[in-house]
């Protein structure tokens, strides 16, 4: 925080390195190949995780459809992509890049990376919000004749919904700051202008206001999500309801 305050009581605030990045339209674009690459690799990363993890929660010892060797293995699965930290895991996986999009720099790469990574990541978020529903809901559910299939599209994911969408905030926050790294392989955003024209040119100020442009977004990202967590959550609901009458 001091040598934010140095910074902006120095005579040198802003930069010139600064005033082009927002003269040229760096900046912008830089935030919003951030944002375009954090929503889209999470909404892909949600396509295979949202599945994963509902088959964990349901195959649990526990679960709707138990099923230790199904359980065993997935789990082992997503625990040992869990454990490879991003940067080693983006590293390895350039070949599998190549092999999906046809390159292994640029936004495109950076995409399949942060699915890649983050997909594993949902699938244990989703998998605990499953398990968070009573015993008692699945129960009353299959007294009533409902199938699995019923059990996991009207029953499970109703009641996990503000669970899931919490989640969900938390795990887009986290690819967002996954994607900080994509200047290592030649992609966008404001990690990249960090770095090639903060850090490498000793531009403090560029550095800065990259931070606070990514701390803007996670504020929005989580203000929106925890806005749509509440509308969903039918005990808030319930009880303005009930306020009401």
């Not at 004749?145 to 029953?155: A, L």
């Not at 990690?191 to 403090?204: E, T, V």
Request: with cysteine; aromatic share 8%.
């Amino acid at each position: 925080m001091q040598t934010l305050l140095n910074l902006l009581a120095s005579e040198e605030f802003p930069s010139r390195v600064l005033t082009q990045l927002f003269e040229k339209g760096l900046m912008w674009k830089g935030v919003w190949e951030t944002v375009y690459m954090t929503l889209l690799s999470s909404l892909l990363a949600y396509v295979i995780g949202l599945p994963l993890g509902i088959i964990l929660g349901i195959t649990d010892e526990n679960g709707v459809k138990p099923n230790k060797w199904i359980n065993s293995i997935l789990g082992f699965i997503v625990n040992v992509f869990r454990s490879i930290p991003f940067l080693i895991l983006m590293v390895a996986f350039l070949p599998v890049a190549k092999f999906v999009v046809g390159t292994s720099l640029g936004n495109k790469a950076m995409i399949v990376m942060l699915v890649i990574a983050a997909a594993p990541y949902i699938a244990r978020m989703v998998e605990s919000s499953i398990k968070e529903i009573g015993g008692g809901v699945v129960e009353a559910a299959k007294s009533m004749g409902s199938n699995t299939f019923q059990i996991i599209f009207k029953v499970l994911i109703p009641e996990a919904k503000p669970s899931l969408i919490i989640g969900a905030v938390i795990s887009t926050v986290t690819i967002l700051g996954y994607s900080a790294m994509a200047g290592t392989i030649g992609a966008g955003g404001l990690g990249k202008l960090a770095i090639s024209y903060g850090h490498q040119r000793y531009k403090d100020d560029v550095i800065w206001v990259c931070v606070i442009f990514t701390v803007i977004i996670v504020q929005i990202i989580q203000f929106v999500g925890m806005l749509i967590a509440k509308k969903t959550d039918r005990r808030i609901t319930s009880k303005k309801r009930k306020n009401k009458v």
